[in-house]
């Protein structure tokens, strides 16, 4: 069963968008009466059927609901990684786990100070179908650290701490937290300016264990703590 | 700091491989006295400096022992994805986050029915000096889904369960295990068949939880899982 994502829904009716059309009739060259499972990305799908397409767009009837998920509570900050490839995975895996907002910033030992929203938007679409989620995380980006302190959320901070420990390990800050939103930093860690900076701004910090963790595999491992921990 | 894997120590002397020391003298041309770290891949490290080289092998000289390191207990296996980067990429996140052994295998769903397993060791002992272990995983493969049921561990088998519920959550199945495996079925998972042989053979099913991770995620959560239960 082909998933396809929702541009516009009223009245038991949905249009997809150009892309997912296009996807839909020329490279999976579905006809009218196919069903197929549309979701709006907010955490609602249901079982359709196609209609038929004005050439450009594919119009679809929904037929019935499915089950309601609940939208993952957890949102991440990480500063990309200098292989993209990297940064890409851990949009993919953390969008299968689980994740409500990702913010991508830059920082100061950040080695990558560009990166392409649209094709991580692509990413976590294609995850969260495959998944099986009718819930996408929404991507925010480039934007710098100061910028995410400034978020509205219970902020903690991945630390690896050299020379100083953590002030808690993440298992027990993501006890009962509420929207929370984890930053991981670049692959040369956050400066200890950075994270003098954070404490001001109520920012807890975190460590992720004894092991040395790559960034991408600090963000996925950060996912699956709070998938685990908050269904204690 | 340069991390290097020992082939042979005796005596406070350690040589590297021929592979170990092309890299040091070729690639990054190291010279006589040159501060590395030096690992045996059992859990045992050392501050050392190189002393010199019979033209293949080099040869340091052991200074200060690191700081003893707790090998991982979690063993995972886990049938291999289409795509080999998948797998891959499995192979140093497990590494990364901590695991004992790897098992590769086939089962009746599996789309890839081969696997070079020297690459893969190259795959997780670069990731063990890139996250700083003194231990590098055991991977063994490929073998059949019947021989992993014969492993002499405490087996729990990943399952989605499409129309049935798996006995137990795998946050639950973790608690206060003595050397467990965890096996991970490929794209198309288990059959029931393969599902009904592992409860023969007393093996615990779990589930990941409501989310559908593909096998690589599948295997990372799990080792996420296991770091974070075992340490609660």
């Known amino acids: 069963m082909h998933w396809f994502v929702a541009q ?7 249009l997809l968008s150009e ?12 006809k009218s009466g196919t069903p197929i499972v549309v979701i709006d990305g907010l955490g609602n799908g ?4 196609i209609v038929g397409s004005n050439g450009k767009q594919l119009a679809c009837s929904l037929v019935s609901p499915l089950p309601t998920q609940k939208p993952p509570k957890l949102s991440i900050a990480l500063a990309p990684t200098k292989q993209i490839d990297r940064t890409e995975w851990f949009a ?11 913010y991508f910033f830059t920082s100061k030992n950040s080695e990558r100070k560009q990166l392409r929203i649209d094709r991580i938007e692509k ?6 179908k495959q998944s099986q989620r009718t819930f996408i995380p929404k991507v925010h980006g480039l934007i710098s650290f100061e910028e995410v302190l400034q978020l509205s959320h219970n902020k903690l901070l991945a630390w ?8 808690q390990h993440v298992k027990d800050a993501f006890v009962n937290i509420k929207n929370p939103l984890i930053i991981i930093g670049p692959e040369g860690d956050f400066s200890t300016e950075e994270v003098r900076m954070a404490k001001k701004q109520n920012c807890q910090i ?9 960034t991408e595999t600090a963000g996925v491992f950060a996912a ?5 921990i908050s269904n204690l």
């Not at 993919?92 to 990702?102: C, S």
């Not at 990413?123 to 969260?128: G, K």
């Not at 690896?160 to 002030?167: A, F, I, K, S």
């Not at 699956?224 to 685990?228: I, K």
């Open 8 to 14: 516009h829904i009223q009245d038991s009716q949905a």
């Open 19 to 30: 892309s997912e059309s296009h996807h839909a009739l020329k490279v999976l060259r579905l």
């Open 46 to 49: 249901w079982h359709a059927e």
């Open 92 to 102: 993919e895996k953390a969008t299968e786990i689980g994740v409500d907002q990702l």
């Open 123 to 128: 990413v976590v679409t294609a995850a969260a």
């Open 160 to 167: 690896c701490g050299e020379n100083e420990r953590p002030e």
């Open 206 to 214: 975190v460590g992720l264990g004894d092991a040395r963790l790559r």
């Open 224 to 228: 699956a703590a709070y998938q685990l």
